[in-house]
């Protein structure tokens, strides 16, 4: 998994339609982060593509997410099988009937899969007000849909990107600009410097005799400099993996503040993991949540945390009175035998 911020998709566009799989293994070998397969109905866009059955034989084949950029007329009426064909996302175009946009979202969310709409270059993002709330994803075009290789359009990306972040403000965790058309080496820092998450990528990367691997980390790193320089005053990225422990808490009450943080959107992962033994013998748990958001659940919950840490103090000492101290090494897991006690210990454990 790549370090900084930006991901590459790799458009399937370009690729040798009659060995796909090749194409597949390729790609994911040479450091792919997800797949982008773009369906057209030969309606929506002067061009055919695959149909569901094409996504449901990749699905198999690798375990990166599958991204599927639907430019169809009729997306309500095979969202559920791309759905069953195993989308991780799936994104369709707001100049479709819009009696289909909300209940296709809603189809996708309910499936518990990123929903996402793209607006073609001349469709103004204000198309998307209505469907905010319902957003995961929001593709920017920057080429007019059909066909890969095209031209780059700058302005587009320029007057969009970063008006779109704006867009799913509401979302701390989780909402992804894409930009795709004309992507490459030589606008990757530009799309970068605007904050885009995902970049796609075609054609470049299926030219003959192309290093298809080199290809990826320079369009990537691009992206991840134009961020730094352009939009983080210099600074680097935070990977988009990276977690951080925002407390360490007994676990009833690690419970309690987990839920509270996810309410807002903020994903938390629970980890038994370094914290320190309580006199109950077990070990406080992590609570885990992105580096990239960090920032806002401080924000947020930095006094909740100082409550929840009293709380646990008061807890601790009402368990002493109670039922004196347990050794902590009795209730480590994973241990048979006595443990010699140079474990890390709970001060008051280790006084008991
Ligand atoms: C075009 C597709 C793109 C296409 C991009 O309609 O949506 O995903 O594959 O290809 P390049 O990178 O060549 O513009
Ligand atoms: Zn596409």
Redesign the pocket.
């Given at each position: 998994m790549a370090g900084g911020r930006a991901r590459v998709a790799v458009?399937i566009?370009?690729a040798d339609h009659s060995n796909m799989a090749h194409a597949i293994r390729r790609a994911e070998k040479e450091g792919a982060d997800r797949f982008?397969v773009?369906i057209?109905d030969g309606h929506f866009?002067p061009n055919l593509t695959f149909g569901p059955k094409m996504v449901a034989g990749i699905r198999p084949r690798t375990e990166l997410p599958l991204d599927a950029?639907l430019?169809i007329s009729n997306p309500l009426q095979f969202v559920d099988e791309f759905l069953e064909a195993g989308c991780d996302s799936i994104t369709f175009h707001v100049e479709v009937d819009p009696a289909q946009i909300e209940p296709t979202l809603v189809a996708i969310r309910k499936a518990g899969r990123a929903a996402g709409l793209a607006v073609k270059p001349k469709t103004p993002l204000s198309a998307l007000e209505p469907y905010r709330h319902l957003l995961d994803i929001i593709l920017v075009?920057t080429?007019?849909?059909?066909?890969?290789?095209?031209e780059?359009m700058k302005d587009v990306a320029a007057e969009k990107l970063l008006a779109a972040r704006e867009y799913l403000s509401h979302k701390p965790v989780g909402a992804e600009i894409h930009v795709?058309?004309?992507?490459?080496r030589e606008s990757a820092e530009f799309v970068g410097g605007l904050g885009v998450d995902i970049l796609?990528?075609?054609?470049?990367l299926w030219i003959k005799g192309r290093n298809m691997g080199r290809e990826i980390r320079l369009v990537r790193a691009l992206a991840d400099e134009g961020y730094q320089y352009r939009l983080n005053n210099g600074k680097p990225p935070i990977p988009r993996d990276a977690m951080v422990t925002f407390a360490q808490l007994p676990k009833h009450l690690a419970w309690l503040f987990m839920a509270e943080i996810e309410t807002g959107g903020i994903p938390v992962i629970p980890l038994r993991g370094t914290g320190q033994f309580n006199p109950d013998g077990v070990r406080d748990y992590d609570l885990l949540v992105p580096a990239s958001a960090e920032a806002i659940t401080t924000e947020r919950h930095a006094a909740d945390r100082e409550r929840y840490l009293a709380e646990a103090a008061s807890w601790r000492e009402a368990y002493i009175a109670k039922h004196g101290v347990k050794p902590p090494d009795i209730q480590r897991p994973g241990t048979t035998g006595p443990v010699p006690p140079a474990a890390p210990t709970h001060p008051r454990a280790a006084g008991a």
């Open positions: 458009s566009l370009d982008h773009d057209m866009v950029h430019m075009m080429v007019e849909p059909g066909f890969g290789g095209q780059f795709d058309g004309g992507v490459n796609v990528v075609g054609s470049v």
